[in-house]
């Protein structure tokens, strides 16, 4: 059983280009959640996607950034018109069942996308 | 829920005990983790204790937990160079159904052979 799968593991962009990082969830996982980590600095919680729907996105900025997890395929982020503020390591997680509070709820990492904006 | 507190860096020498300390914020955390980071990688779930629990053994690790100071110590015995890594401990978003984790900035462990 394969685990979390991110891709590309470093993706380097100009001012203004577009980023789109792919994340795999392990088998039988239909939850996804992306979090943010800025040099020498911890995680940051951005959002939680089931299959098709946007759960919590309430740690995304509100302008530049998207993310979706469609039916069939990996859940992608993108980062429009990146700037060097963006430059950062993007984790993706997966868990099998919904993160309910007082529930036990192991997230499964992936390597991350280490994303370098020029 | 978003300053879990953790000192930055330690050093141990190899065979000695390491112990990690962090503080969290929310007293009703029914859950608290601890990941490990090793460079260029994922986090990795290490352990984890559940808050009616004052203490957890696995092996080389122990999980102390004091609920009155919000206080969660991770101690690592006889520490090995292959414990050099970044450790992480993570609190479940305050008042949140919804599974997102609140983590400090890490500690980066430096283990001297």
């Known amino acids: 059983n394969a685990g979390v799968m991110q891709n590309p593991r470093h993706l380097v962009r100009r001012r203004g280009q577009e980023a789109r990082l792919r994340c795999s969830p392990m088998?039988?996982?239909?939850?996804v959640y992306w979090y943010r980590q800025l040099p020498e600095e911890g995680l940051k919680f951005m959002v939680y996607?089931?299959?098709?729907?946007?759960?919590?996105e309430s740690g995304m900025p509100k302008e530049r950034f998207s993310a979706e997890f469609p039916k069939e395929g990996p859940s992608i982020l993108r980062i429009q018109q990146v700037v060097r503020g963006d430059s950062a390591a993007y984790f993706c997680?997966?868990?099998?069942?919904?993160?309910?509070?007082?529930?036990?709820?192991?997230?499964?990492f992936g390597p991350g996308t280490r994303l370098t904006v020029l | 829920g978003e300053d879990v507190e953790q000192s930055l860096f330690l050093s141990v020498r190899e065979g000695d005990s390491s112990v990690i300390n962090c503080t969290y914020t929310?007293?009703?955390?029914?859950?608290l983790y601890w990941y490990k980071q090793e460079p260029g990688a994922g986090l990795q779930l290490l352990t984890y204790?559940?808050?009616?629990?004052d203490m957890k053994q696995d092996q080389r690790l122990t999980v102390l937990l004091n609920k009155k100071d919000k206080h969660l110590s991770l101690r690592i015995a006889d520490t090995q160079t292959g414990d050099s890594a970044i450790y992480f401990c993570?609190?479940?978003?305050?008042?949140?159904?919804?599974?997102?984790?609140?983590f400090g900035r890490g500690t980066q462990l430096t283990v001297w052979p």
């Open positions: 997680a997966s868990s099998p069942k919904p993160g309910l509070a007082g529930s036990y709820n192991e997230q499964f």
């Open positions: 088998k039988g996982h239909s939850h």
């Open positions: 996607l089931q299959k098709e729907n946007i759960i919590d």
């Open positions: 929310d007293s009703s955390s029914t859950y």
């Open positions: 204790i559940f808050s009616n629990m």
């Open positions: 993570a609190e479940p978003h305050r008042g949140s159904t919804l599974g997102r984790l609140y």
